[in-house]
Every structure is written in C-alpha cells, then in structure tokens.
C-alpha cells in the first residue's frame, strides 16, 4: 500500500466541544512521510503522541504555549479513511465539535479526494503484547496480523450498563458504518461541574449525547454508540503513532490518558521514541514503568 494525502484544501467551521468558541479548520495536502501537521499561528504541532499535553476528556495537543484542543475524532477519521500525510491549519482553540462524531470530518476528507504518493505504507507490528492500567480502566494490546479492537465499557447507567464490541478495521466501509458516526457522551449531573472547569461549554444535543438519570435526552445511532465512540476515541489517538498497527487492541473502561500512555509504550517497544525538537513537556501524570512494562 501506498502512502495518501487529499487532493485540494477544504475548510470546516464549528464550535469546540469544551472551549465553546468557533474555529475554523483548513486541511490541505502534505508531502510523504510528513505524517499529520497541526499548523496555529506560527506553530507546527506535529501529531504525535510526545505532543500531547493534556489527556483530560479530550486530546489535546500543544507546542510553544499554543494548543489544539480535542484533534482525536478529526484523527480518527483520517486513519480510518487512510489518509496518512496531511496538513490541518487551525484558526480558533479547538477543532470543531461539529455533531459530536467523525462523521462531518469523514465527509469533508472524502470531499477533498484522495492522491495516492509513492512513499510505501509502513505499518507497525508489535514486538510483544503491551498492557496499560491498572484496577478496572486498562488496554491490553497483542500483536495480530489486522487491526482490531474488542472494547468492554462498564458504566454503572441504565442507557449504558455493560456493552462489548470486537471491531475489526477490514474495510473502509466498515470504519465509516460502524464507528464514525458515534457520537461523545456526557452526564448531564457532571455538567455544572466540567463547565465550571473550562469543560463541555460549547456542549449539547447537538454535537453529544446528554445522558440524564433515567436516559439519553436525544436518541441514539447505534443502541450501543457509547461502546462505539469508546473505540472511535481509541482509533483516534493511536493514529498519533502517525503509522497503522497490526494489533489486537483489548480494552476496558479506557479514555483518553491511557490511550496516549499506550501509544507511547508502543513507541518504546519499537524503540521509535521521539520528541519533536522544542515540543511542550508532556503533563500527564508518571506511569511507573511496572505499569507499562511488556508482558
Ligand atoms: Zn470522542
């Protein structure tokens, strides 16, 4: 396979999920092996796990001071649709919610069409299996000849309960049917809380699904579109790796921090550990090395 980039620019404009202020996205063609490139301001943020510097309810990458708040779904899209190189000029401090899903962004890769390069694909395949976590919230991942994610979510809620999905990334079609239109969830008891945080301000029913007690407030895609975004958010942060993985991704109760703490146990089990010259220092909290230890 070979590497693809888009063809033309295209642009989308929306309000962030959690900074509730518009932005306004442009992607446009990149060379090959650039990988995806966050441009804001004078600032290239390359998409990589080492420029994550938050974790907190969305991925947030940064360099300089400047920050691209939630990039995971605008992500997820491009691998799913395999795009690999690509340029994303952001005007604003977060991608666009838009619905909540991948859905708009699959849309608008799919608008920009495709250009396959000449630069050969590269996938990852993973030396020996790699866990993360701990107590009920960890990854496993095993190495397999396709992509596949089998994801158990646990949520004490009668919308949600117990649901179990094994995924396997086969085709395209698959990756636009059965994940990208998955929309994020939120708790409507927690939004007094995160709004007060700087979370969830540009939120509702619009681009989330808002789940009181008893019950979403809006219907639903999918009866199980919670598990589904648990592995839409999954796809999208280990397309940081800026490579696919031939693996077999094993989850539970994951989020966004042990994501990327899986992306870079990854790293360091190829030993393909790299930290963009004058990149942010990560902020998230230190894993033992117990933890991320190879099993
Ligand atoms: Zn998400």
Known sequence: MRQQTIRRPVTLEGVGLHSGKPARVTLSPAPEDTGIVFRAGADRIAAVPQSVVNSHYATTIGRNGTRVQTVEHLMAAAAGLGI?????????????????????????????????????????????????????????????TT??????????????????????????????DDVAPARTYGFL???????????????????????????????????DEFVRHKILDLIGDLALLGRPILAHVVARNGG????VELGLA??????????????????????????????
């Open 84 to 144: 690999d190189n690509l340029e994303v000029e952001v005007d604003g401090p977060e991608i666009p919610a838009m619905d909540g899903s991948a859905k708009p962004f699959v849309t608008l890769l799919a608008a920009a069409g495709r250009n396959q390069q000449s630069a050969r694909r590269r996938p990852l395949t993973l030396p020996y299996p790699i866990r993360v976590g701990s107590g009920g919230r960890w990854i496993h991942i095993f190495p397999s």
């Open 147 to 176: 992509f596949r994610i089998s994801y158990t979510l646990d949520v004490d809620h009668p919308a949600i309960g117990t649901q179990v999905l094994s995924w396997t990334a086969a085709t395209e079609r698959a990756f636009v």
């Open 189 to 223: 008891k927690d939004l007094g809380l995160m709004r007060k945080n700087g979370l969830a301000r540009g939120g509702s029913l619009d681009n989330a699904v808002v789940l009181a007690n008893r019950g979403p407030l809006n219907g639903l895609r999918y009866r």
């Open 256 to 259: 966004h921090t042990l994501n």
């Open 266 to 295: 990854i790293q360091r089990s190829l030993g393909i550990e790299r930290r963009p010259a004058g990149a942010a220092l990560r902020v998230l909290p230190q894993v033992p090395a117990s933890g991320l230890a190879g099993i």
